[in-house]
């Protein structure tokens, strides 16, 4: 993340990493896609989304073999 700030960490699911240019090349030679997590704590499908989608059982399995969860939340510039 561009403000330099850790990112949250989810009590389940998938864990996110720190926004950093080298999260491309690691996706790169891991074979893994980048999946931007932008967020707001202002917004209610983004909470609903941690509820749901991040605590679905074939998303906390599969999201890590696939997936660089990388955080952006709103008021940050990647």
């Known amino acids: 993340m561009g ?4 990112p949250r960490v989810r009590p ?3 864990q996110l990493v ?3 240019q080298d999260v491309f ?3 790169k030679a891991e074979h893994r896609f980048v999946l931007l997590d932008l967020e707001a ?5 983004c909470h609903v989304m941690d509820v ?3 605590r679905n059982p074939k998303v906390i399995a599969l ?3 696939q997936v660089l969860d990388c955080e952006g939340r709103s008021g940050f510039t990647p």
């Open 25 to 27: 090349a690691q996706a």
């Open 3 to 6: 403000s330099g700030t850790t």
């Open 12 to 14: 389940i699911g998938p």
């Open 41 to 45: 704590v202002w917004c209610h499908w």
């Open 63 to 65: 999201a890590p073999l």
């Open 18 to 20: 720190a926004w950093s």
């Open 52 to 54: 749901t989608t991040y």
